[in-house]
T-cell receptor
Framework: DAGVIQSPRHEVTEMGQEVTLRCKPI?????LFWYRQTMMRGLELLIY????????DSGMPEDRFSAKMPNASFSTLKIQPSEPRDSAVYFC??????????????FGPGTRLTVL | LAKTTQPISMDSYEGQEVNITCSHN???????ITWYQQFPSQGPRFIIQ???TKVTNEVASLFIPADRKSSTLSLPRVSLSDTAVYYC??????????FGSGTQLTVLP
């Protein structure tokens, strides 16, 4: 398996633009998580899905952020409009409670977002 | 979810055994103790988890005393490639990972 796939790996955009980050979880995994990592705040959970349904989005910082999972193999995190403080590395992770260790999540390589 | 405390940084030399201790004084009955590793420019990677006593896998050992208020991650004979940030997490049934600051382990030649 290729692991969790994220695209793009790097994104540079200007303030006010819409940004869409994409994630393909590991095949067969039914839980998907979006995280954000910055030097100041560390690694934060933004939202997670179970069986394509958003379970907890309390970590989503503002209404400018939205996430969707239209099917089991694809998820998007959208920021509209983007702001410089959104600059961070965004990670997607997936897990399968049936086969993984209890708290084992598989992380993708991340998308480094820079908002100018 | 248990709040965890661990050293900010540690240095070691190649070939040595490294022990990183984490305190989690308010750990709940149903919390597991889980450790992740993160290399620069990569996502975190699950290393090991346990509930009590000792757990060992091909990468590390995890020691958890009877009161479960702390845990120690043991890395045998570290190499330069073990330089990374190590996170200790105390987690319950919500399965929502909450990462602290972690411990930056630097392995020196």
């Amino acid at each position: 398996d290729a692991g969790v796939i994220q695209s793009p790996r790097h994104e540079v955009t200007e303030m006010g633009q819409e940004v869409t980050l994409r994630c393909k979880p590991i095949s067969g995994h039914n839980s998907l998580f979006w995280y954000r990592q910055t030097m100041m705040r560390g690694l934060e959970l933004l939202i997670y899905f179970n069986n394509n349904v958003p379970i907890d989005d309390s970590g989503m910082p503002e209404d400018r952020f939205s996430a969707k999972m239209p099917n089991a193999s694809f998820s998007t995190l959208k920021i509209q409009p983007s702001e410089p403080r959104d600059s961070a590395v965004y990670f997607c992770a997936s897990s399968d409670p049936g086969t993984s260790a209890y708290n084992e999540q598989f992380f993708g390589p991340g998308t480094r977002l820079t908002v100018l | 979810l248990a709040k965890t405390t661990q050293p900010i940084s540690m240095d070691s030399y190649e070939g040595q055994e490294v022990n990183i201790t984490c305190s989690h004084n308010n750990i709940a009955t149903n919390d597991y103790i889980t450790w992740y590793q993160q290399f620069p420019s990569q996502g975190p990677r699950f290393i090991i988890q346990g509930y009590k006593t000792k757990v060992t896998n091909e990468v590390a050992s995890l020691f958890i005393p009877a009161d479960r208020k702390s845990s120690t991650l043991s890395l045998p004979r570290v190499s330069l490639s073990d330089t990374a940030v190590y996170y200790c997490l105390g987690l319950g049934s919500a399965r929502q990972l909450t990462f602290g600051s972690g411990t930056q382990l630097t392995v020196l030649p």
